[in-house]
């Protein structure tokens, strides 16, 4: 029911009303799970409204249901690329608070439908919306993200004119099976080469492009050397690529914001020996990010506790634990941090650093 999502302006962690929404919620995880949304930029941000993403051609007319990309002999199989979200009363769900997730809905009539692009929303109460789109979730961390999304110079089309992308997709929790036929790839695909000719400024890079032409020259090669470390990152090979997380290692995320590394390192102690445990913070404003990492002196220890603590109340929220492997990538950043910046070796022994509408744009209307 939870999703992080690593962008390049920082972490936004949303939850999903699985409930009220099991078919958008459904195809939404499966899209994360499968990658869909890996590199996927916001090509559409209108200030104090929406930040919309979720299209794979980063042109604002593509993006496909998980159901139309199931083998044709699957029973959830699609032929069309939307589907029919599901029927909420307004009065449940509304585009009401500022970060509620909402799947894009393109055409008109019996043609309307969703596929993979979705937005959130970077003001209250915007009420037209309702009826129009499909809110299926909110923003629970990373208001701070949104913010600086909402606050990005765009071109005339919406898009940002510094890149401002999704780099990885973690699913913290997923209630639901997988459909007959789902088969997601075991790391991030390579990105297509439309995703790479697509990128624009780097994010940290100045925007004036007048001035001393070898300058200029410079920065065009910074700017490519930047795109190519962005490719490599995406399919792993800069983050820890031939690491595995260790198995004494585990995961604990949907913590309540009170609770404590000491109190979470209390609770867990009574498995076995714990060597450390972190609950992550945010760098700037140190609140917590509501998930931890606590490591073992030995795995069986971590495997005991995995079994037991899962879906415990802790603080009065249900907790969810699972061993680091799942979250890789949140894993070796927690070790990048905790070491000063000193990656794991890899095998070679060099350390690394971490690192839809039917033809038209699916931008929800004014």
Not at 21 to 38: D, E, Q, R, T
Not at 102 to 116: F, I, L, T, Y
Not at 308 to 327: A, E, G
Request: hydrophobic share 35%; aromatic share 8%; proline share 7%.
């Amino acid at each position: 029911q939870s999703v992080l999502f690593e962008t390049s302006v920082g972490d936004i962690i949303v939850d999903l009303e699985t409930e009220l929404c099991p078919i958008l919620s459904l195809n939404f995880l499966k899209l994360c799970k499968a990658y869909k949304y890996n590199f996927c930029s916001f090509h559409n941000v209108i200030q104090d409204f929406i930040a919309q993403t979720g299209d794979p051609t980063d042109t604002g007319k593509g993006g496909e249901s998980i159901f139309h990309q199931l083998p044709t002999s699957s029973p959830a199989y699609q032929p069309t690329p939307y589907f029919v979200p599901d029927a909420v009363p307004t009065s449940k769900l509304r585009h009401s608070a500022y970060g509620t997730l909402s799947m894009a809905v393109a055409g008109e009539g019996d043609q309307r439908g969703c596929g993979s692009q979705f937005f959130f929303t970077l003001a209250e109460n915007l009420d037209y919306l309702d009826g129009k789109h499909a809110p299926f979730g909110r923003v629970i961390e990373g208001q701070d993200t949104l913010g600086k999304i909402n606050e990005a110079l765009t071109d005339q089309e919406g898009r940002p004119l510094r890149d401002i992308r999704i780099r990885h997709v973690v699913v913290l929790d997923d209630p639901f099976d997988d459909p007959e036929g789902f088969d997601a790839p075991e790391q991030s695909p390579v990105p297509t080469a439309k995703q790479l000719a697509s990128l624009r400024v780097g994010d940290e890079e100045d925007l004036e492009e007048d001035g001393d032409p070898d300058e200029l020259a410079r920065k065009r090669r910074e700017r490519d050397a930047r795109a190519q470390a962005l490719t490599l990152e995406m399919v792993g090979d800069l983050p820890f690529a031939d690491v595995a997380p260790p198995e004494n290692v585990l995961f604990v995320c949907k913590l309540n914001a009170v609770t404590t590394s000491e109190d979470l390192e209390l609770i867990f102690s009574r498995f076995g020996e714990i060597l450390s445990c972190e609950i992550i913070r945010d760098q700037k404003t140190q609140d917590s990010l509501q998930y931890a990492f606590i490591e073992f002196r030995n795995r069986e220890d971590a495997e005991r506790a995995y079994l037991k603590m899962d879906n415990v109340l802790v603080d009065d929220r249900r907790i969810h634990v699972d061993f680091s492997q799942s979250v890789s990538k949140l894993h070796d950043t927690w070790v990048y941090n905790r070491t000063g910046g000193r990656a794991p070796p890899n095998k070679s022994g060099r350390s690394q650093p971490p690192s839809q509408s039917h033809g038209s744009r699916q931008r929800p209307p004014h």
